[in-house]
C-alpha cells in the first residue's frame, strides 16, 4: 500500500508558518491536486512529502511507514518539478537511466527499463537526443519518464505544465493522468491554476495560509464552495453581501431581497452566483423569482463567450456570461443598454464571509 498520510504538519521559519497543522490521507492510486494562490504553502507541502524540507511538527506516513526522518532517496518518490534540470550533458535515455544507476542496478535492467519508460512517454526514438534538442513538452516528458523509471511509491509534482505553451498542457495533462491511472501511482500534483486541478485530479485540495480551506472531489469545490474564498478562487465571479433570513429569503446590503436555496444557516453571508447562471431579459416564469433592473455598463467579447459588466440602480455590480454568436449565442447587448438580470433560486449557493 502506497497511501500517503499527514499528521498534522507544520513548517515555521522566523516569523513565518508556511504550512500550519495541515492533515490530510491521500488514497493508494489517488491523484490529489494542492490547489491555492502564490505563498499558501503548496511547494512547501509537497517539499516536506519528498523530505527536501524537514517538518517543524507533525509526521508523514506512506504505507503505513513513518518517512518523517528520513532523506529524499530513502522515501521511493518520483520528482516531477517546473524546472525539468535535465543534466544537460546527458542524453536523453541517460537522463532517464540516473537514478536506476545511483541504485546500482545490473546494466541490463537498466536498458530494459528506461525503454519502457521513455515509451510510455512516447520518447523512445529520442533516447540519443540532448535535452537542448528538444521541445519544452518533450523535455517535459523526459521528466516524467524520469521520475516514473523508478517504479515509485508516491509521484510528486510541482506545477510541472507551467513552461509549456496552452496545447501541450493540455495534451501533457492527459498523458499524466492516463500514466498515473495506468500504474495506479499516488499522485500528488501542485498547481495554482483552477481548471488544471478540477480536469486532473480525483480531488482537489485548496490551501489558503497554509492550512486546507476545503478538500473535495472537482465538483464538490466547483459547485458547492464552502467559504467565500473557496468560491472566487473557483471562479465565481459575483459573491453578493447580505443577510441569510433562514427562510430561503436573502437581504442584500443595498436593500434588494432575494429568494435563495433553503438553508439553515443565518446572518451575514454572501451569495455566490456564477456568470453563466445570469439570465439577461429572460421570460421564463421560473426566473421571476429573482429579477433586477441594471445598465450594460461593459462589454468584454472573448471569442466562445462574452461578458457583461451590469450595474443596478442601487450601485450593485454584477457580471453576466453568454454564449457569443461563434457558438450560436444571442446577438451581443450594447453598453448603456437597460436589462434585467433575474436567475433561478437554485442557482446561487450562500457561503460564510
Ligand atoms: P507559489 O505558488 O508561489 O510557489 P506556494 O503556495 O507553493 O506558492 P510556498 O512556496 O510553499 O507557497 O510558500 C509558503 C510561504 O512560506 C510563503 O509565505 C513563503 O514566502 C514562505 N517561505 C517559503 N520558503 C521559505 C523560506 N525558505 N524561508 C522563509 N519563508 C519561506
Redesign the pocket.
Known sequence: MSDVVLQSIV?R??G?T??DNVSLTIAEGELVALL??????????LRMIGGFIPVTEGRILVGGRDLTQLPPNKRNMGFGFQNYALFPHMSVGENVAFGLQMRKLPKADIAAKVKIALDRVKLGHLADRLPKQLSGGQQQRVALARALVIEPDVLLLD?PLSNLDAQLRNEMKLEIRNIQQQLGITTIF?T?DQDEALSIADRVVL?RA?RIEQAGAPDDLFERPGSHFVAEFMGVTNLLAGEAAGSGRFRLKSGEVLSVPMEARSGRMALALRPERLVLDGTDEALLANTLTAEVAFVTYRGLVIDYRLVTPSGLTLIARRPSPAVGGPAPLAAGRPVRISWQPDAGVLVPV
Do not use: F, I
Not at 491555492?36 to 512547501?44: A, E, N, R
Open positions: 513548517k521559519y522566523d513565518t508556511a504550512v491555492g494562490p502564490s505563498g499558501c504553502g503548496k511547494t512547501t507541502t506545477e501542485v495554482h490551501m497554509g
